[in-house]
């Protein structure tokens, strides 16, 4: 439910829904391309893959932002369960929270989720940023090439 409220949150902003803009096959094709191949590209062609490139960094982007959205919801249900019964148990701040988690089925559900999603954003961190370079080394090559008619 919750993420249904986060998407018409983006729908009224103008975004549009966040689905893969293209063909698995299409992208990963860009981001294998080697030199030989990226130089025999018109700089058309170069400026259609700098541009495609920047419409999946946004798509990764916006997955990783669904990633920590949800990672933050998951801590919030996990806190509001926990944390009321964690003087109940011994030690720390930090083991009284870990032993409230562990002894409740919901909160611990929500720690395994909260993991595989914390596993996911840790992959996706950087990704988008570097799919955006790729575009933007595209779109220089493009210059290039259009300044030297190739």
């Not at 148990?89 to 562990?102: E, L």
Request: aromatic share 8%.
């Amino acid at each position: 439910m919750e993420q249904q409220i986060l998407d018409d949150f983006e729908s009224k902003l103008g975004l549009p829904p966040n689905i893969l803009p293209g063909e698995v096959d299409e992208f990963r094709s860009y981001l294998d391309m080697n030199l030989e191949i990226i130089e025999k590209l018109n700089y058309q062609k170069c400026a259609a893959i700098s541009y495609r490139l920047s419409q999946f960094a946004l798509y990764i982007q916006r997955c990783l932002n669904k990633q920590k959205a949800y990672a933050k919801r998951l801590n919030y249900e996990i806190d509001k369960i926990a944390c009321p019964i964690m003087n109940q148990y011994s030690g720390n701040w930090t083991s009284q929270k870990i032993s409230a988690i562990q002894d409740n089925d919901v909160t611990k559900n929500y720690a395994e989720k909260l993991v595989n999603c914390e596993e996911r954003i840790e992959r996706l961190e950087d990704i988008s940023k570097r799919i955006t370079e790729l575009s933007h080394s595209m779109k220089n090559i493009q210059f290039t090439k259009r300044e030297n008619n190739a």
